[in-house]
């Protein structure tokens, strides 16, 4: 398949599956890294703003202002490029050089977080504050709020779809939690899949 856009790329990620002892059961490892970011926040980051652009919370030339160190950023600096948004990232001090290095070649402004912060130490609340603060003095800016957006965790549906398509029943989903957006809306969505089976099953036995 041939694209035009970068963020057509997100999405459709291979799955491994990992070699196993026990005979009935199988681990499987959906490689998220294959996004164009490097992460499955690719999804949420475009979903968010497309949501946004959809409700008129912000319109093309505005401004998006989040708080993250890392991958919701540079999914967010990806995809504000394709719809023609500035993209302003607040970071902790100690964040990883790589991801502001991709964000900022992404076009992105990088602001540090203010205050007197350890290595060990994630200012969420500060950074969270800070966002909103840098949104609300800039005219056509909004505060992504990833922390506080349905548009999070609705922006693994296709995750969804995909994992039940590669894979059939899923019993278990592992996954790590910061904003929980992708463990809420992966649960969700296999949720539904899952009950869905579950009532195709109950119909075939009323049919035997
Ligand atoms: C690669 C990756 N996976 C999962 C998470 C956790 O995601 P969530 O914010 O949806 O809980 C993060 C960020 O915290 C992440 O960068």
Redesign the pocket.
Known sequence: MIFSKVTDLIGNTPVIQLPLTQADSRLYIKV?KNNPGG???DR?ARNMIVAALKSGRIQPGGTIVESSS???GIGLALASIEFGLKFIAVVDHHAAQDKISIMRALGSEIRYVKGDYGENEVAVIERQRMAAEIASEISGAVFMN?SDNAA?AGGYADLVSEIVHQIGRVDAWV?????????TGIAHGLKIHITSQEQEHQKGIRLV
């Open positions: 998220e992460s499955m926040k949420m890392g991958n919701t990833q999070n996954g790590c939690i910061g904003t929980g957006g992708s463990i």
